[in-house]
């Protein structure tokens, strides 16, 4: 369900049943004069609209306006709108603060854009991440107290941590793309991968008429098809599928 569609009831049936409440985070970039600037974020949209078909999910409102970066372009022209990390997390941290509030406790964020290199991080899910843990944090002491962790009812906190109910696994960040479980799909930007994920998921983001070759970056992007881009798509859902409990 499309969050900004539920009403109170549909809300408190999500909370108790704890579905997975998802934002889908990503910039607006230039991706090569064939390819639009929401790409990165179109595509997560694009994959969640699918899983939300075959089970209990809540969307939220996608966030586009992420740390792009003008590592690709400058943006005059050519459409990448960079936003600060530092003005993210602020923001970030409310939103969470917010979720946690309404009683959700199994958030997840899942983001393309920047992300193959994961675990350490870039400024987007970085600033997300951060955004998350302060918040959990900021929850707990209001609604615990300080010295919440190191109470006597936490005494059993290591045995309970890998279970859902540690409070940290309450807000978790996802890439839409894990390369080891794409089976050899092209990773790149506006290439091949990008552009096919985008004429399986949204043709009309792609205007293959437009596409040049005086980029590096772009070149690939000759050989995209709507039947990669569908491969692509189901090796997404799958990983998704286990991420997103
Ligand atoms: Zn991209």
New binding site residues.
Partial sequence: MRYEMMLPRQIRTAIENRWPVVLPL??L?H?GEHMAVG??TL?VIGVLEILERERDLVILPPFYYGAASYAVEPPEGTGSLHVDADALAPLAKSMFGGLLRIGFRNIHVVI??QTENFSAGMPTDLAFKFAARQAIFAFLERERGEGWWGSEKMADYYARQSASEDPFNWIKAHPLMIPAKMDGYPF???GEG?TSLMMDLFPDAVDMSKLTDDKWYTRSAKSASRELGARGRESILAHLREALR
Avoid: I, R, S
Wanted: net charge negative; no cysteine.
């Fill in positions: 990503g910039v970039e991706h790409m990165d595509a393309h854009h790149d930007h506006a990008e």
